[in-house]
Nanobody, 124 residues
């Protein structure tokens, strides 16, 4: 069973930065696709970024050039560096894992393992 725990959320003004972390209970990254999703109140959960087992990355158009996904295999930790934050980035952010590859990296139903989420609030 893969357990994921997010941290690093908080409140920031527009234009600011945050780095989210996702710690895994097991060594998942060698053969897993890892993703970050977010869900704002009243909206569907949407994919933000994903990183495949080979290190290749994918980003939603809304965050390209502002967010960077990365992983540290030695620490079993996934990261999401978020720069130039906008009020519309406000949401609960979740990390997720699926095996073996990122077939549909932005489709939540493809990911069986989820963390509990961390809140990100961006004020204007």
């Amino acid at each position: 069973q893969v357990q994921l725990v997010e941290s690093g959320g908080g409140s920031v003004q527009a234009g600011g930065s945050l780095r989210l972390s996702c710690a895994a209970s097991a060594y998942t990254y060698s053969g897993y696709c890892m993703g970050w999703f977010r869900q704002a109140p009243g909206k569907e959960r949407e994919g933000v970024a994903a990183i495949d087992s080979d290190g290749s990355t994918s980003y939603a158009d809304s965050v390209k050039g502002r967010f960077t996904i990365s992983k540290d295999n030695a620490k079993n930790t996934l990261y999401l560096q978020m720069n130039s934050l906008k009020p519309e980035d406000t949401a609960m952010y979740y990390c997720a894992a699926t095996s073996p590859f990122c077939v549909s990296p932005f489709e939540p139903t493809r990911f069986p393992y989820w963390g509990q989420g961390t809140q990100v609030t961006v004020s204007s």
